[in-house]
């Protein structure tokens, strides 16, 4: 993937292609984006479950700690104070 300072501020798309309308980046380096595949069986397995007191997602979606946990709100009700 190209790199450049003139990368700051501006957007791109998934393939790295500016989409602001700005002028073209000339890239100063190349760097490999491709990382090592993750082995999902070196994780920790959750085994600690979280209690939400509300049974329909205790049951249906259950939540185990140290996994992305979704934040669940209803229309008009503050979704960024949990």
């Known amino acids: ?5 003139d990368m700051l501020g501006r957007v791109f798309n ?3 292609k500016p989409i ?3 002028p073209p980046v000339l890239a100063e380096d190349f760097l490999d984006i491709q990382g090592q595949p993750i082995n999902p069986w070196s994780r920790i397995y959750p ?3 979280i209690q939400t007191g509300i049974s329909a997602i205790d049951c249906m979606n259950s ?3 140290g996994q992305k946990i979704p934040i669940f709100s209803a ?3 503050p979704h960024n104070e949990v």
């Open 20 to 22: 602001d309308k700005g």
């Open 75 to 77: 229309a008009g009700l």
């Open 14 to 16: 998934g393939s790295g």
């Open 1 to 5: 993937m190209p790199v450049s300072e």
């Open 63 to 65: 939540i185990a700690r």
């Open 47 to 49: 085994e600690e479950m």
